[in-house]
Every structure is written in structure tokens, then in C-alpha cells.
């Protein structure tokens, strides 16, 4: 996964983050609300020499002082100090416990000791602090050496007594806040970028291209879903330029006409059969002569989507129960026939691998340009292999909010082993911003509502046909990269 597919996740997912980092805010402040109040209070002290007429006797002193000092820091949260604290100041504590809120600290090259006290009060911290420092101080002088007539070698003052605070000193609100939102932004990033890692979901080009080699020659974004307008009859079908551009593209990629093109995916629910329907009235639009076959035998919806009545349809062409040609049910839009599914049979592989469906295949390819096949999904059935060497490529949908990598991958696989070239990928339901041309762009037609039941319903569209001398030098100019078998 490469650096700017993380970037995008990360400014796709900026809620994520924002979200992330306002609860580390909250939480700053909630784990400084409910906290413990405690304050701090300290006493410095001062150690001279008691003794030394001479310089030299004084900067000896002063040497020992200084020596002395660290000893000093470790005497204040003795037992030897802190019990006659205990016992002056009635604290309901031992001294072990009390030296925990004792510290001692002196600068470096200095005689000064600053005794630091923490309680749940002000005046409670002041006064354990000085009678800390009181301690101390006796202790000190009364463990120094004596000089020569009795006289204390060191002398301690104190020079600042405690006085209780003003404020507290900890929780600090506006430290915990920081730390929240820092914790919280570090929160978000770590589960975008963790989901990007887990989410294999093909999203977009890039992510396509870590999975396939395959060109992507198409993308589709949402549609507006329809209703029909009743059984038997066909609703006003509306072309989205995506579904043209794709046409236009899919032409430039053939050889020539005749051609067939078997529409599968890898999963199920991933759109094929819209795909393959504006697919195929896009191609009408540019004056082919076009067959969309609904081989998808398992779970149909072409009949749904466009109103056809459901039978008969290919089943009873391959069983014969009636002919190909009055099953094929043109549509309102010239120049696209439909052949429906017809009933669903209990064994749509037989009917597939039949000789009857190859026969058909190769009848609909001397009547029509191009033969636009729906297939059902290759990870639930091999019927894309079945009827693969009967046509000329496949054209893989794939739904950018549904399928993963491993499952695409697995099925473009499955076409390699049966030696059917791919001739593109188009992605789904992909975002697409389409800039608005003219007053009525990107309208959607009335009667459209917000979703249909089925799961390949497809939004209401009507067509207006290109012109065909153009449509025609169009495809004199285009590239040719996949030949006719």
C-alpha cells in the first residue's frame, strides 16, 4: 500500500479523526475534573559553617558543606525525621507513607535543600512542609560533628518557610487537555491507518491496480432506482454518460463486430445486470445492433428492471419450448434487443454447457454486432467458464463499496485457468462528481424514487441516439486491442 493511498484514507476519514481527537479533549478534562485536587508547598534551608576563623578553614567548610548535601536530600524522607512529623502534626499516617509526598532536592554547588510537601490542602501542605524542614534542621545539628568546645560544626537555617499555595498543583487541566488531544489524534490516525490495512475493499483505481494488471475501462457511480411501469411493458430508460463513455471505451478495445462479451463479477450483488443494461443502450445509442442475453439462470432480474414479462425467455430457447427469436424482447430504445432469463431451472449449469446454448450463441453473433452476456458471479459458479469459450472477452463489474481484494483476485484467477480474456474492469457505485453543464444535468427523470427492492434494480433512464456516421467514423479511428477469437 503506497503513502498517498494512505493520505487519502486519511483526509476521506477526517470525521474519524476529528471525532478521535475531540473525545481525547473530553477525556482530558473528565480525568482532570474527577481527580484528586493536590497542592504543594516547600521550605528552603540553609547550611553553613558554625565554626572557622580563616578563609582557608571556610572554604574547607563550605567544601564539606556541599559534599554533604545529597546526604541531606535522602535524611529528609527518613524515619529518623519524618516520625516526630507524624507524631507533632497528628497525621493519621506511618512515615513510610508520608515520605511518598516528600521530596528534597538542592541545585548543584549550592547549600541550599528545598523540602516539597503534596496534601489535598493548601495549609495541610504548608504545614508538613515547615515541620519537615523543623525536623531537619534538628536533626542535621544534632548529628554534625562537634568542634573543639563543644561547639556544632553546622549550622542550618531556615530561610523560606512554607506558606500554603493559592492553587493547586496537580491535576493540571491545561496539560491534560494537550495530552488528550495529542493521545486523540494519535487515536484517529492509528484507526484510519489500521482500517486501510484491514479494509481490502477495491475503492478505487488504485486499489484495483494492486490487485490486476486488467485495464479498468469504465467507472459507474450511484443510480437513481426505479419502478416500473407495469408487467409486460418497458419504462423510459435513461443513459448515463457513464454508460456511454464506457460504451465508447468498450468499442475501442475490440477488433470488430461481431463480438461477445460475457458481463460477470466476482461476488454477487455487484450491479452486473444494470451494468450490462446501460451497457447495452448506450451501444443502441451509437447505432449497433445489440443483444443483451440474461444467462444469469440463478437469480434474473432483467425482467424486474425493465418491465418484460419474466418467461419465456433463454431457458425455454435452449429447451426449445419456443424459439429463439420470439423470446428476444426488444426494448423501448432502437437497436437493443433483450432476451430475459425466462424460468429459473433447476440446473442452470446443464442448460449453460448445453450444445442448444452455444448454437444460440453463435445464431445471436451473425444477427447482432455485439452480444452483451449477463453472467452469474464467478465465486458462486462456474458459469462465466462455461460459456467463456463462447465468447470473445469478459468484462468484470466490480462493486467499490462490496468487494475485496482476495475475492477479485480470486476470480479474475479463475478466468486465467479457463484461458477467458478480460477485456476491462468497470468499478461500481464509485463517487462521481459530475460537474453540472447545463440547467438540466444530471436530473434525475420523474418517477425515479430513492431505491427498489431488487438487488440489481436500475434507475430510470431515456436515451437520445448519436448520430450514426459519427458513431461510425468513431469506430474506424479507435485502437483495436482485443481480437475475435
Same mark, same amino acid.
Do not use: C
Given at each position: 500500500?503506497?503513502?498517498?493511498?494512505?493520505?487519502?484514507?486519511?483526509?476521506?476519514?477526517?470525521?474519524?479523526?476529528?471525532?478521535?481527537?475531540?473525545?481525547?479533549?473530553?477525556?482530558?478534562?473528565?480525568?482532570?475534573?474527577?481527580?484528586?485536587?493536590?497542592?504543594?508547598?516547600?521550605?528552603?534551608?540553609?547550611?553553613?559553617?558554625?565554626?572557622?576563623?580563616?578563609?582557608?578553614?571556610?572554604?574547607?567548610?563550605?567544601?564539606?558543606?556541599?559534599?554533604?548535601?545529597?546526604?541531606?536530600?535522602?535524611?529528609?524522607?527518613?524515619?529518623?525525621?519524618?516520625?516526630?512529623?507524624?507524631?507533632?502534626?497528628?497525621?493519621?499516617?506511618?512515615?513510610?507513607?508520608?515520605?511518598?509526598?516528600?521530596?528534597?532536592?538542592?541545585?548543584?554547588?549550592?547549600?541550599?535543600?528545598?523540602?516539597?510537601?503534596?496534601?489535598?490542602?493548601?495549609?495541610?501542605?504548608?504545614?508538613?512542609?515547615?515541620?519537615?524542614?523543623?525536623?531537619?534542621?534538628?536533626?542535621?545539628?544534632?548529628?554534625?560533628?562537634?568542634?573543639?568546645?563543644?561547639?556544632?560544626?553546622?549550622?542550618?537555617?531556615?530561610?523560606?518557610?512554607?506558606?500554603?499555595?493559592?492553587?493547586?498543583?496537580?491535576?493540571?487541566?491545561?496539560?491534560?487537555?494537550?495530552?488528550?488531544?495529542?493521545?486523540?489524534?494519535?487515536?484517529?490516525?492509528?484507526?484510519?491507518?489500521?482500517?486501510?490495512?484491514?479494509?481490502?475493499?477495491?475503492?478505487?483505481?488504485?486499489?484495483?491496480?494492486?490487485?490486476?494488471?486488467?485495464?479498468?475501462?469504465?467507472?459507474?457511480?450511484?443510480?437513481?432506482?426505479?419502478?416500473?411501469?407495469?408487467?409486460?411493458?418497458?419504462?423510459?430508460?435513461?443513459?448515463?454518460?457513464?454508460?456511454?463513455? #464506457?460504451?465508447?471505451?468498450? &468499442? +475501442?478495445? %475490440?477488433? @470488430?463486430? *461481431?463480438?461477445?462479451?460475457?458481463?460477470?463479477? =466476482? !461476488?454477487?450483488?455487484?450491479?452486473?445486470?444494470?451494468?450490462?443494461?446501460?451497457?447495452?443502450?448506450?451501444?443502441?445509442?451509437?447505432?449497433?445492433?445489440?443483444?443483451?442475453?440474461?444467462?444469469? #439462470?440463478?437469480?434474473?432480474? &432483467? +425482467?424486474? %428492471?425493465? @418491465?418484460? *414479462?419474466?418467461?419465456?425467455?433463454?431457458?425455454? =430457447? !435452449?429447451?426449445?419450448?419456443?424459439?429463439?427469436?420470439?423470446?428476444?424482447?426488444?426494448?423501448?430504445?432502437?437497436?437493443?434487443?433483450?432476451?430475459?432469463?425466462?424460468?429459473?431451472?433447476?440446473?442452470?449449469?446443464?442448460?449453460?454447457? +448445453?450444445?442448444?446454448?452455444?448454437?444460440?450463441?453463435?445464431?445471436?453473433?451473425?444477427?447482432?454486432?455485439?452480444?452483451?452476456?449477463?453472467?452469474?458471479?464467478?465465486?458462486?459458479?462456474?458459469?462465466?467458464?462455461?460459456?467463456?469459450?463462447?465468447?470473445?472477452?469478459?468484462?468484470?463489474?466490480?462493486?467499490?463499496?462490496?468487494?475485496?481484494?482476495?475475492?477479485?483476485?480470486?476470480?479474475?484467477?479463475?478466468?486465467?485457468?479457463?484461458?477467458?480474456?478480460?477485456?476491462?474492469?468497470?468499478?461500481?457505485?464509485?463517487?462521481?462528481?459530475?460537474?453540472?453543464?447545463?440547467?438540466?444535468?444530471?436530473?434525475?427523470?420523474?418517477?425515479?424514487?430513492?431505491?427498489?427492492?431488487?438487488?440489481?434494480?436500475?434507475?430510470?433512464?431515456?436515451?437520445?441516439?448519436?448520430?450514426?456516421?459519427?458513431?461510425?467514423?468513431?469506430?474506424?479511428?479507435?485502437?483495436?486491442?482485443?481480437?475475435?477469437?
Amino acid at each position: 500500500m503506497t503513502s498517498n493511498r494512505y493520505l487519502l484514507a486519511l483526509r476521506r476519514s477526517w470525521v474519524v479523526i476529528v471525532a478521535a481527537l475531540i473525545l481525547g479533549g473530553v477525556a482530558g478534562i473528565v480525568a482532570s475534573a474527577v481527580a484528586t485536587p493536590v497542592y504543594s508547598a516547600s521550605s528552603k534551608l540553609y547550611f553553613s559553617i558554625g565554626t572557622g576563623s580563616s578563609a582557608t578553614d571556610l572554604n574547607q567548610g563550605s567544601t564539606y558543606t556541599q559534599a554533604q548535601m545529597l546526604s541531606f536530600a535522602e535524611l529528609a524522607t527518613s524515619p529518623i525525621v519524618l516520625t516526630p512529623v507524624v507524631e507533632s502534626l497528628g497525621l493519621d499516617v506511618t512515615p513510610a507513607t508520608l515520605a511518598g509526598n516528600i521530596t528534597a532536592t538542592t541545585p548543584q554547588g549550592t547549600a541550599l535543600l528545598e523540602v516539597t510537601a503534596t496534601a489535598s490542602t493548601g495549609s495541610r501542605a504548608a504545614g508538613i512542609a515547615n515541620a519537615v524542614a523543623e525536623s531537619l534542621s534538628s536533626e542535621i545539628e544534632r548529628l554534625a560533628p562537634t568542634a573543639t568546645g563543644s561547639k556544632k560544626v553546622l549550622a542550618v537555617t531556615i530561610v523560606t518557610p512554607a506558606t500554603p499555595p493559592t492553587s493547586k498543583s496537580s491535576p493540571d487541566t491545561s496539560r491534560n487537555l494537550l495530552a488528550g488531544l495529542v493521545l486523540g489524534l494519535i487515536i484517529g490516525v492509528l484507526v484510519v491507518v489500521l482500517r486501510q490495512r484491514i479494509e481490502t475493499r477495491i475503492d478505487g483505481p488504485q486499489a484495483l491496480a494492486e490487485v490486476t494488471n486488467a485495464p479498468l475501462i469504465g467507472s459507474i457511480g450511484r443510480r437513481h432506482h426505479y419502478r416500473p411501469s407495469g408487467a409486460g411493458t418497458t419504462s423510459p430508460v435513461h443513459v448515463t454518460e457513464e454508460d456511454r463513455q #464506457l460504451a465508447a471505451t468498450l &468499442l +475501442s478495445s %475490440i477488433a @470488430g463486430t *461481431p463480438f461477445t462479451v460475457l458481463v460477470t463479477s =466476482a !461476488i454477487p450483488r455487484e450491479g452486473t445486470t444494470v451494468t450490462a443494461l446501460g451497457l447495452s443502450l448506450a451501444l443502441g445509442e451509437r447505432r449497433q445492433r445489440v443483444l443483451l442475453v440474461e444467462a444469469n #439462470l440463478r437469480r434474473p432480474s &432483467l +425482467s424486474h %428492471i425493465t @418491465g418484460l *414479462p419474466a418467461a419465456p425467455g433463454l431457458a425455454e =430457447a !435452449i429447451a426449445e419450448t419456443t424459439g429463439s427469436t420470439s423470446a428476444v424482447k426488444v426494448a423501448t430504445i432502437e437497436g437493443t434487443s433483450v432476451l430475459v432469463a425466462g424460468e429459473v431451472p433447476s440446473d442452470p449449469s446443464s442448460l449453460l454447457a +448445453s450444445g442448444r446454448m452455444s448454437e444460440l450463441l453463435e445464431s445471436f453473433a451473425k444477427d447482432y454486432d455485439l452480444v452483451i452476456v449477463d453472467v452469474a458471479p464467478i465465486t458462486v459458479s462456474a458459469d462465466a467458464a462455461i460459456l467463456g469459450p463462447s465468447a470473445d472477452a469478459v468484462l468484470v463489474v466490480v462493486d467499490s463499496t462490496r468487494v475485496r481484494a482476495a475475492k477479485l483476485a480470486s476470480a479474475l484467477d479463475s478466468l486465467t485457468s479457463a484461458r477467458i480474456p478480460v477485456i476491462g474492469i468497470v468499478l461500481n457505485h464509485m463517487r462521481i462528481h459530475v460537474p453540472r453543464y447545463t440547467a438540466s444535468a444530471r436530473r434525475a427523470p420523474a418517477g425515479t424514487v430513492a431505491e427498489a427492492p431488487h438487488e440489481d434494480a436500475a434507475e430510470t433512464r431515456t436515451g437520445t441516439p448519436v448520430d450514426p456516421e459519427r458513431a461510425k467514423a468513431d469506430r474506424g479511428n479507435a485502437p483495436a486491442s482485443v481480437s475475435k477469437k
